[in-house]
């Protein structure tokens, strides 16, 4: 009887967990950069949501977020969710937000957009070159201990605080999804 609802309670057992791990990982972030804003987005389909923010405006306080939807093609957790994801998920995405309508505004030609997901892969962070509401934006891989991205840890920034404080923002947010990628890791060798 129970046969199903063991997957589905493993589901949320695992993330709860990473909810949790982002939670405190995110919040020591903040820390280290008050003025920044981080957070962690998870995809659901062809929507990515961010699940976690920890503000500037209230540091320390990771506030959870059932749904919070990202507009596509310019979040910065979005394309890297792109960028890393299988020929036939960015179709998905592709027929369900075409570029030419919600994508060109922004990247001009798919050409770029496509060369922009290489970037990102090589790169191992996301952080398109076009201001976003005014904010500098980033977003780094969290990734399952196989190697599959399952969320991306995010931080943004208002533009105006200049490029060293960007280059911090970048620095804290890769080192933040690394961390939270490998407590998850050694979590799930305890747990076996």
Known sequence: M?????????????T??????????????????????????E????????????????????ILHRTQLHLP????????????????ERERFFTAYPFAEHGAPLWGTEQRL?????EVVRKGYSSPDFPDEGYFRVAA????????????????RNL????????RLLTLTVAAAKEISAQIAEDLAIRR
């Open 73 to 88: 093609y310019r979040k910065a957790s979005s394309i890297l969710f792109l960028a890393y994801g299988t020929p036939a």
């Open 43 to 62: 995809q659901d389909g062809v929507e990515t949501c961010t699940r976690i923010t920890v503000r500037a405006d209230r540091p320390g306080v990771a």
């Open 160 to 167: 105006a605080e200049g490029p060293r404080q960007r280059r």
């Open 141 to 156: 891989p969290v990734l399952a201990p196989e190697g599959r991205v399952i969320a991306a840890a995010g931080g943004y």
């Open 16 to 41: 709860t967990q990473l909810l949790d791990v982002a939670a405190r990982v995110l919040a020591r972030a903040q820390v280290e950069l008050p003025g920044a804003n981080f957070s962690l987005a």
């Open 2 to 14: 129970i046969g199903p609802a063991v997957a589905e309670l493993k589901h949320l057992d695992d």
């Open 114 to 118: 496509r060369a922009f997901f290489q």
